[in-house]
């Protein structure tokens, strides 16, 4: 797993869901988190986290921060897959479900995600 940033992918309850991921000191948390960026309870964060489920018509977004191994959980947890890292028969080997189509959305979206965050 890149400690830099990354992605990973996976099938989740009918869902497809997307972990966006980039290590970030706290001045960027700061910005990029400004109403939930709690100096005392992030302090060892140095992670912005994105969490992002396909729905139709469009992704449900939503952001956070954590650590290392915060990553590594939800990664292990979710039986999530770098979409970054494979391509679409490596990961439909792992996520059944997970069509051509949200394969090749999720990919585009990290990858304009990962240019910008």
């Known amino acids: 797993?890149?400690?830099?940033?990354?992605?990973?992918?996976?099938?989740?309850?009918?869902s497809t869901i997307l972990i966006i991921y980039k290590k970030a000191g706290t001045e960027v948390l700061k910005k990029?988190?400004?109403?939930?960026?709690?100096?005392?309870?992030?302090?060892?964060?140095?992670?912005?986290?994105?969490?992002?489920?396909?729905?139709?018509?469009?992704?449900?977004?939503?952001?956070?921060?954590?650590?290392?191994?915060?990553?590594?959980?939800?990664v292990q947890t979710g039986k999530m897959v770098d979409i970054m890292a494979n391509e679409y028969p490596v990961i439909k080997e792992k996520c059944r479900d997970l069509s051509l189509d949200d394969y090749n959305r999720g990919l585009t979206f990290a990858r304009s995600q990962l240019v910008t965050i």
């Open 32 to 74: 990029a988190l400004p109403l939930s960026y709690n100096e005392k309870e992030m302090s060892d964060h140095g992670y912005i986290i994105g969490h992002y489920a396909f729905v139709e018509g469009g992704i449900c977004p939503g952001e956070g921060s954590g650590t290392y191994t915060d990553l590594l959980e939800i």
């Open 1 to 14: 797993m890149n400690k830099e940033k990354g992605a990973f992918i996976c099938r989740y309850n009918d």
